[in-house]
């Protein structure tokens, strides 16, 4: 499983979530709503500050992916042509240019919201 962690009070947190819900078909995602009680507890070392900045995925060794990366590892466990997508992280510059497009995005979230 690659647990999820994201933003429930945020509109565009939870609009992202459904895409990727929708896009998913590895059937090993946990979605986790950052405020729920159980999230803090399952994953205590995980600071409320960072999990607001961005997306957090963590898989069953206890790895934790952020932001852009947590988008890459959740296209990496899609069967098939979906999971290929991730090798787009290694082309020289991809990660660099999609980690700054995240922090863009990320910024600027609850502003969308409004």
Request: aromatic share 10%.
């Amino acid at each position: 499983m690659l647990a999820i962690l994201f933003d429930g009070a945020c509109d565009m947190c939870r609009t992202s979530l459904q895409a990727i819900e929708k896009f998913d078909s590895s059937g090993r995602l946990e979605p986790i709503d950052l405020h729920e009680p159980d999230a803090r507890a399952k994953f205590p070392d995980l600071e409320l500050k960072d999990l607001l900045e961005e997306l957090h995925a963590v898989d069953d060794q206890g790895n934790v992916y952020r932001g852009a990366r947590a988008i890459n590892e959740i296209l990496r466990i899609q069967p098939g042509l979906r999971g290929w997508l991730a090798y787009a992280w290694y082309i020289p510059g991809y990660a660099w240019l999609a980690e700054r497009q995240y922090q863009r995005i990320a910024a600027s979230r609850y502003q969308r919201d409004a």
